[in-house]
């Protein structure tokens, strides 16, 4: 199955039906979701889920959370983009 083409199928009715739906997605890292971050913000309302257990210590991990949130609050988006962290 070729799931780009599933996906360009999904958004092109979203478009034709003037939907925007919300979608919960997955960061490891800033670096990571910025590409997704601003291909996907064009059809959806994006909260990113932050989460990444290997991360340690906890300063590094509260400096990688800060850096998601920077790029979030950086980029222009169409739709609204949240974050929420994983960590306790």
């Known amino acids: 199955m070729n799931y780009q083409k599933e996906l360009d199928k999904l958004l092109d009715t979203l478009t034709k039906e003037g ?5 919960l997605l997955h960061s490891c890292c800033a670096p990571c979701s910025s590409y997704v971050l601003e291909y996907l913000s064009n059809y959806f309302e994006i909260t990113v889920f932050y989460y990444n257990p290997n991360i340690y210590p906890e300063t590094e991990y509260t400096k990688r ?3 998601q949130q920077k790029l979030i609050d950086d980029m222009n988006f169409k ?5 929420c962290s994983g960590r306790i």
Do not use: A, D, F
């Not at 939907?19 to 979608?23: A, E, G, K, Q």
């Open 79 to 83: 739709y609204p983009v949240s974050i």
């Open 65 to 67: 959370i800060l850096e």
């Open 19 to 23: 939907r925007v739906p919300r979608l």
